[in-house]
């Protein structure tokens, strides 16, 4: 039965002041409150700069012992793909070895755009990124339907890298729902389902939605079926827009103890 984390991508945002922290909270509080009631959270700053090991270190040093961190691969492995990307990925495991060594390290987070497509050059691109980091623990999130594959998921298995199972607006060419099983580490991200935005919207605009309660409750088999195969699960909470994240991380929280769904506190 896996150890269930719940929480959300990133902690500090302005419009969580009221929402979620008291008023005139200093930003350098906000990790220590986000600590008080959540055990995870997906740190987003590490894809468009590559991570900071004394910051790192620092962040490590405010949180409980069960504290969990998923970190987000940086750009240049995924996005804006690098000529140099042997280097980039070695300044990136520098950067983040505070995490590794307080046994804090949940994954890093690889997450491709939607217009990584199923190609030779970008399989090959994965299968040197997945070599590479093959001594931590990763975690994959596609964005485009063509990877939705039975060779991915064995090739997934057989490297022991988790597959992210995404909750996102029922759109074409987009992920459903799932609940697949790829590693020792299970993942699960609420992106929101908000048709209208998640094309022409921004990071803000795109993720601005509040799932309801019958929303949450569908999800319940799903992580029972996770739970049964898996070590580890995450649950991160992306629709941050006003603290929604936060609010619907509470809600499933209590959802799963009305379903006598054990979580790591």
């Known amino acids: 039965m896996a150890k269930i984390y719940i929480g959300t991508s990133g902690y500090s945002y302005k419009d969580?002041?009221?929402?979620?922290?008291?008023?005139?909270?200093?930003?350098?509080?906000?990790?220590?409150?986000?600590?008080?009631?959540?055990?995870?959270?997906?740190?987003?700053?590490?894809?468009?700069?590559?991570?900071?090991?004394?910051?790192?270190?620092?962040?490590?040093?405010?949180?409980?012992?069960?504290?969990?961190?998923a970190i987000k691969a940086h750009k240049s492995m995924t996005h804006d793909i690098s000529d140099n990307i042997a280097k980039d990925i070695e300044v990136f495991k520098q950067g983040i070895k505070p995490l590794i060594q307080a046994h804090?390290?949940?994954t890093i987070l690889i997450q491709f755009p939607?217009?990584?497509?199923?190609?030779?050059?970008?399989?090959?691109?994965?299968?040197?990124?997945?070599?590479?980091?093959?001594?931590?623990?990763?975690?994959?999130?596609?964005?485009?339907?063509?990877?939705?594959?039975?060779?991915?998921?064995?090739?997934?298995?057989?490297?022991?890298?988790?597959f992210v199972n995404v909750d996102q607006p029922d759109l074409p060419r987009l992920i459903k729902p799932s609940e697949i099983v790829t590693a020792d580490l299970a993942y699960i991200r609420f992106h929101g389902r908000n048709r209208q935005m998640w094309w022409k919207g921004d990071n803000i605009s795109r993720y601005d939605y509040l799932y309801d309660d019958d929303e949450l409750q569908g999800w319940i088999e799903r992580i029972k079926v996770i739970i049964e195969k898996a070590k580890i699960l995450?649950?991160?909470?992306?629709?941050?827009s006003r603290g929604q994240a936060v609010q619907n991380a509470r809600r499933l929280k209590e959802l799963l103890v009305l379903n006598n769904i054990k979580q790591v506190h």
């Open 16 to 69: 969580w002041i009221g929402p979620f922290y008291p008023q005139d909270t200093a930003p350098q509080e906000f990790l220590n409150l986000y600590n008080n009631e959540f055990n995870f959270v997906e740190l987003n700053f590490s894809y468009y700069r590559q991570p900071d090991a004394l910051l790192l270190k620092r962040m490590a040093e405010k949180t409980h012992e069960n504290f969990l961190f």
């Open 104 to 106: 804090k390290l949940g």
């Open 114 to 162: 939607y217009s990584f497509h199923y190609t030779p050059n970008n399989r090959r691109h994965l299968a040197i990124l997945s070599s590479t980091l093959a001594e931590l623990p990763l975690a994959l999130e596609f964005r485009n339907i063509e990877w939705i594959k039975e060779p991915v998921f064995s090739e997934l298995e057989q490297r022991n890298i988790c």
């Open 234 to 240: 995450l649950i991160a909470f992306n629709n941050h």
